[in-house]
């Protein structure tokens, strides 16, 4: 809130708004009052008497309180249709064999860019500038059953990359990446469960898969990271 020209009490829709006790201070060379003034409605002042940020305000529109100096408030919210996180899918189309239709999976994070800077130096200031894009990733949280098939299907897939099956004598094989892949499509979809967008991702496996067991009475899910090594 910008304060009236100087001696002047700062106000909100005509009501007089009370200070700490200091006086205004006066515009600022160069600036005009119209630059300095800013008369604030009242149902932007909640009851709690302090101003509702922009974050809490974006995460609560029921609140009345933020105004920016582009952003007009709730209509401006209210005019947008806003994503919502569930709304995606996944599919391993060779994925196990009861899951090729769907998968299942409660989470996914999916890497959209993995971009590196060149930082720089000189005797007074530091500068980046963009260098390079490394590969992207695939985080997906998935549930399993009671026979396991999903973590049996990831185990045997990277028992196929490194194969104990030998050639030449005594020398194992690693397989060339166009054939350590296995294809992956994300949708994304709208309320309506229509699609918007799909990707597809030709991924292997990178890291660790752990089993988790407790001694809580709850469904059993994993993690597992995918290298992006490309896409369609």
Do not use: C
């Not at 996180?85 to 090729?100: A, K, M, S, V």
């Not at 059953?145 to 897939?157: A, N, P, R, S």
């Not at 292997?204 to 469904?219: C, I, K, V």
Request: proline content about 5%; glycine content about 8%.
């Amino acid at each position: 809130m910008a304060f009236t020209p100087s001696g002047r009490t700062p106000v909100v829709s005509g009501r007089s708004f009370v200070t700490t006790g200091r006086t205004p201070s006066k515009p600022k060379t160069g600036f005009t009052t119209k630059d300095t003034v800013n008369t604030i409605n009242a149902k932007d002042y909640n009851t709690k008497g302090r101003y509702v940020t922009r974050g809490e305000y974006f995460k609560s529109t029921s609140s009345q309180g933020y105004k920016g100096l582009w952003f007009k408030g709730i209509h401006d919210l209210r005019n947008e249709q806003w994503g919502q996180t569930h709304l995606w899918d996944i599919q391993f189309p060779t994925g196990p064999e009861r899951f090729q239709n769907w998968f299942p999976a409660s989470s996914v994070s999916e890497g959209l860019f993995n971009l590196e800077t060149w930082d720089r130096g000189s005797v007074f200031s530091n500068f980046a500038l963009p260098y390079k894009k490394n590969m992207n990733d695939l985080k997906v949280t998935f549930v399993d059953t009671v026979e396991l098939y999903v973590e049996e299907w990831i185990t045997e897939w990277v028992a196929d990359i490194f194969g104990d099956v030998k050639r030449n004598g005594n020398t194992q094989y690693v397989l060339p990446i166009h054939e350590a892949v296995k294809e992956v499509h994300i949708a994304k979809l709208n309320p309506r469960r229509e699609l918007i967008k799909q990707q597809t991702y030709f991924v292997f496996p990178r890291g660790a898969l752990y089993y988790d067991g407790n001694s809580e009475s709850s469904t059993h899910s994993s993690e597992i990271e995918f290298v992006i090594a490309g896409t369609v």
